[in-house]
């Protein structure tokens, strides 16, 4: 007798193959048999009518404060997710010296604007070592599996202390970030991250390590190099690193894997390309490069509670900071204050804070349910010359929508050409796999925690701007294919001897509602949930954790460490 079956569903097994009508049978934490399955098991799912997919594995998230307090990481899980990694984009909460808590908190809020208060409220900072902050990890059951990164940034802090931002590292700094990376890989960090964006940013200035130099970025290299083991993660302004690619091209020739956040953007709108081909000849010549793209164009969310929207630095707009959600509503519906308002610009010197404010031929309603590949014509610009209004009028109305709780889609990336099709370039390239849904993080101002869900409804059924994608080829981008990225070879597909990771999806029936703002994280701090139907079940490790999108109190996730053995669950 089994411990479950999962009876008669569509089998998509993240492969790539073609779907088939099948059961799954698990014992323990493993599936033992796809196909037909006799007999009777403890517990049975209907599955007739449904997907039945591998759980999905999200490898770039920012849960490394969350997950020391929270046992069921939503947003991610609540959209299928059963194996996540975060410390992504140089930034995280190990290794820390006593009394430097406050330095990453500050780094980590700026970045991944995540509230700095919940980070004080909610981590109890148990830890120094990136072994001991897994170790604390480790003591509280959750509903999904996490891993983790050592982050650059915080790596150059245990190191340098004060000095953290210098670029002139000398011998005894190099040696030190060496020594650092290397315990922590040999602790069980899946590798390494590091941010040379000039968006990533905290009050103190950009990110620690953004301006690294050759130098450094090769000693990075070497300590995973010599572990045998562990990923190079980074994001970047450019397809093609800005600051040159030597250092990368040493990673591939030592044999250390890379993966990196890939985007269309406005300033080289075919750079992705040449950057797929290019990772694809990598992966010929026996290299190892994934591309991470996304599942829509990473957009930001602007509403009356985001963390930035277009009248965020007006003076006016300042005064209204704080107030309750009624009272703000009420005093942005006085006439005066709307004139005000209006009639004012950003006031600020950052010369990018101002286009974003103001680039109205990339702000649109995002509506419910969310139209994420809205058409050009229905951009505020747009709407504006058709109406006789200012763009400005237009976005600040269609914000006052459902009560001041509505939003306006702003996409950052791979939206140039005001379609998808980048986007699909993208998903469809032999090399990439999706990733950049930034799963905890951006709390106030982006909710992509839901693009796996996002991969069914948009790309698989309800796409009309252009061709939808097979099923069997979004499953594995989320699955199989993000799984090797990180070694994850025990989960991603649904075979026997895998990990029972598995979701039951009315496909039909599968919705994704508009985001909402709540405020549920430590200390009242707010964040952006979009919730979700047509998951029926997700069984983790082969307990059901989730039926029709209810945590059923069931917390089998465990810490996933690199050994010499490969990942190993603790």
């Known amino acids: 007798m089994h411990d479950l079956v999962i009876r008669g569903g569509r089998v998509v097994d993240g492969t790539g193959r073609p779907a088939v009508t099948a059961d799954v049978a698990v014992d323990g934490d493993r599936v033992v048999a796809v196909g037909r399955v006799e007999g009777r098991a403890r517990h049975t799912i209907d599955a007739d009518g449904a997907l039945v997919t591998p759980g999905w594995v999200d490898i770039h998230t920012h849960y490394d404060g969350q997950a020391s307090w929270d046992p069921e990481l939503a947003p991610s899980s609540h959209h299928g997710v059963t194996t996540l990694v975060m410390g992504n984009c140089g930034v995280g909460f190990a290794p820390v010296r006593p009394g430097d808590e406050d330095f990453l908190i500050e780094i980590t809020e700026g970045v991944e604007d995540i509230p700095g208060t919940a980070l004080h409220e909610g981590i109890d900072w148990r830890w120094e070592t990136f072994g001991e902050y897994l170790d604390a990890l480790a003591e509280l059951p959750r509903t999904v599996d996490v891993a983790a990164l050592v982050g650059h940034a915080a790596v150059r802090a245990y190191v340098m202390g004060p000095r953290a931002h210098d670029d002139d590292l000398d011998a005894d700094d190099l040696a030190g970030v060496h020594d650092v990376i290397a315990r922590a890989v040999a602790e069980g960090a899946l590798g390494a991250s590091t941010s040379r964006t000039i968006l990533h940013r905290s009050r103190h200035g950009h990110v620690p390590g953004t301006w690294a130099g050759e130098d450094e970025l090769a000693v990075i290299v070497s300590a995973l190099a010599a572990g045998g083991r562990g990923v190079l993660q980074f994001v970047s302004d450019d397809a093609v690193d800005a600051g040159g690619r030597a250092w990368l091209d040493g990673a591939l020739a030592a044999g250390v894997p890379v993966t990196y956040s890939l985007a269309q953007v406005p300033h080289a709108p075919d750079a992705h390309r040449i950057a797929l081909d290019a990772a694809a000849d990598a992966a010929r010549a026996g290299a190892r490069v994934v591309p991470q793209v996304p599942a829509r164009p990473t957009g930001m969310l602007f509403g009356w509670r985001s963390s930035f929207h277009p009248f965020r630095a007006h003076p006016t707009f300042r005064t209204l900071v704080g107030l309750p959600h009624a009272e703000l509503l009420s005093r942005l519906r006085d006439p005066a204050v709307r004139v005000a308002l209006l009639a004012e610009e950003p006031a600020t010197p950052d010369r990018a804070i101002r286009h974003l404010a103001t680039n109205w031929d990339r702000m649109f309603p995002l509506g419910d349910p969310p139209d994420y590949e809205p058409a050009p014509e229905t951009s505020a610009a747009a709407v504006a010359r058709r109406t006789g209004r200012t763009p400005a009028e237009v976005v600040y109305d269609w914000m006052l929508a459902d009560e001041g709780r509505a939003f306006v889609f702003a996409p950052l990336g791979s939206y140039v050409d005001g379609d998808h099709e980048a986007v699909r370039e993208m998903i469809t390239h032999p090399a990439s796999a999706v990733g950049l849904s930034d799963g905890g993080a951006h ?109 059923t109190a069931q917390r089998p996730g465990r810490v996933l460490r690199g050994t010499d053995r490969g990942v190993t669950a603790i």
Not at 450 to 462: E, G, K, N
Not at 506 to 533: F, S
């Open 443 to 551: 709390c106030g101002l982006i909710c992509d925690a839901s693009f796996p869900t996002y991969l069914l409804t948009h790309w698989v059924r309800d796409r009309h701007r252009g061709p939808r994608l097979p099923v069997e080829l979004v499953v594995h981008k989320q699955t199989a294919a993000t799984a090797a990225v990180f070694g994850l070879d025990d989960r991603g597909v649904l075979a026997p001897g895998k990990t029972a990771d598995i979701n039951v999806i009315d496909l039909d029936a599968l919705h994704l509602h508009a985001p909402r703002m709540v405020t549920d994280l430590p200390a009242g701090g707010r964040r952006l949930l979009q919730e979700v139907e047509g998951y029926r079940v997700t069984v983790k490790s082969g307990v059901v954790t989730f039926v029709d999108g209810e945590p």
